[in-house]
């Protein structure tokens, strides 16, 4: 069948109607910002664009984490706008995070006019040098007629290979002036395959393994390959466990998976990749969480390492087959082989290993922290999607809250403080059939919480629980290690994030109890409406395994 070709668009526009069409050409439905006078002109053409929603923020990381959020989640770019040196720097923490989450990204950024650069304008800085560590790419246009080259390039180039942030500098002289542009097609990701060669390879130490184990990562969810997965998996009985906050990759109640490698990951799960001979790690950077501190996948395991980038592999361990591939792709190649499986009895006990540290049953004895999680699983239908910030909090949830659904976690690898909330709203957006709830402490709460008052302007229902034990839990944990019961600088005071809540219009409820929590987190997600439930939790039970306590009397023999 002949297939017709559409020829390139080529129209007389502003270069701020460029980006526009560009971002139309691209998908895109929604963009973040603190707004500015710098790029007033993009605004303007947003403005006259229907398709485009702009959601104004409070705060430009607020802006960030929710343009990162909406893209893990719409697995499409998130677009995000700030001006001049000022809103770049406050953002910056949002490109960072995108950097290191490998989510795609593109930054529109008002810079001064260009006969003011290089004289320290009013808010000046070099904003592609200022970036150019945390993105992949970061660029000044200079030349109103290429805007539409350059902005269709940061498109393709945040999406392409590991996806990652694009910044886009923008003096404010290029954007209203007019020139003829000329539009390519969307960015189409590559999706290399492996060779026959590889395939073998992969045959072979497979073939040879008596203990084999996948280790999963954001490169199967950016690929979309978590069916295929599954079914891999399935075939060859193989056991998967999760790299660090990428526990949705794989459903959490199937018999095949294993945990997930996150901050106090329990001895039981380490366990189960210190036994294992042939590690296969898919879509993964194999971080410093993932892999515990560099020091799991030791000299003696053999390692099939498979990425959209030739710049991953090798970079943390040199593979025994490395193989530059989409994760979708490589999954299904692979499933032709041709393997006698012999591992069957000690992935079943290394699937029980996992059972016994992460039960939901619930008793007096354990903290409110537990019993929450244990709550949100049961009343939570199972496509909800969960974000959390930073924070001790988050180990009972990574611990024990069963993900059982594709596209239900949202977290930052960046270990960002002040991500929950706004990352929650982005996510929202994305999937607005998704429940969305937001967990975070008080520290990481108060970074960003004036983005709920966005939540209440825009009507986007998101429940954030902010487990309230006034302090910064996780620096206190490693204080009280390494210098205990000398307490400096992580005490905080006394704040109603109840009342907080109800002064920017959202509901607001404080809760000292299970019960209570169950009471109202049912009443929340009946309302559908931007909510916070403050948990008043204790100082003294700091993280999953231990009490502040306990890490004094381990550090003082």
Known sequence: ??????????????????????MKIEGISDAFCVPGESYLPLMDALHDEASIRLISTRHESGAAFMAEGYAKSSLKPGVVMATRGVGASNLSIGVHTAYQDSTPMVVFLGQVHSKFRGREGFQ???LDQYFQHTAKWAVEVKDPERMAEIVQRAFR????????????????????????????????KPKPVPAEEEITQVKELLDAAEKPLIIAGGGVKASEAEDALLSFAEKYHLPVIAAFRRQDVFPNNHPLY?????????????????????????????????????????????????????????????????????????????????????????????????????????????????????????LLPDNALLTNDAGNFAGWLHAFYPFKEKHTYVGPTSGAMGYGLPGALGAKLALPDKPVIALAGDGGFMMTMQELETAVRYQIPVISLVFNNQMYGTIRMHQEMHYPEKVIGTDLGSVSFKDLAESVGADGYLVKTADQFAE???????????????????????SVSSTIAQIRNRAKK
Request: hydrophobic share 45%; aromatic share 4%.
């Open 520 to 542: 109202v987190f049912d009443a929340a997600l009946q309302k559908n409406m931007p909510a916070v439930i403050e948990i008043m939790a204790e100082k003294e039970h700091i």
């Open 258 to 378: 294993a945990g997930h490698l996150g901050l106090g990951t329990s001895p039981n799960i380490l366990q189960t990749v210190k036994e294992a001979d042939v590690v296969m790690a898919i879509g993964t950077r194999l971080s410093e969480v993932t892999t515990q501190d560099y020091q799991i996948l030791t000299p003696e395991k053999k390692l099939i390492h498979i990425d959209i980038s030739y710049d991953i592999i090798g970079k943390v361990y040199s593979p025994d087959a490395g193989i530059v591939a989409d994760g979708e792709k490589a999954l299904k190649a692979l499933e032709g082989m041709d393997i006698q499986v012999g591992w069957k009895n000690w992935v079943n006990e290394r699937r029980c290993a996992f059972e016994e540290v992460s039960s939901l049953d619930v008793s007096h004895k354990d903290v409110i922290n537990k019993h929450i999680v244990a709550m949100m699983a049961g």
């Open 157 to 188: 180039i945040a999406r392409t290979g590991r996806p990652g942030p694009v910044v886009l500098s923008l003096p404010e002289d290029i954007l209203p002036a007019e020139a003829e542009m000329t539009f390519g097609p969307p960015a189409v």
């Open 1 to 22: 069948m002949k297939t017709t070709v559409k020829p390139r668009k080529t129209k007389t526009m502003t270069a701020a109607q460029a980006i526009v069409e560009c």
């Open 124 to 126: 000046e800085i070099d």
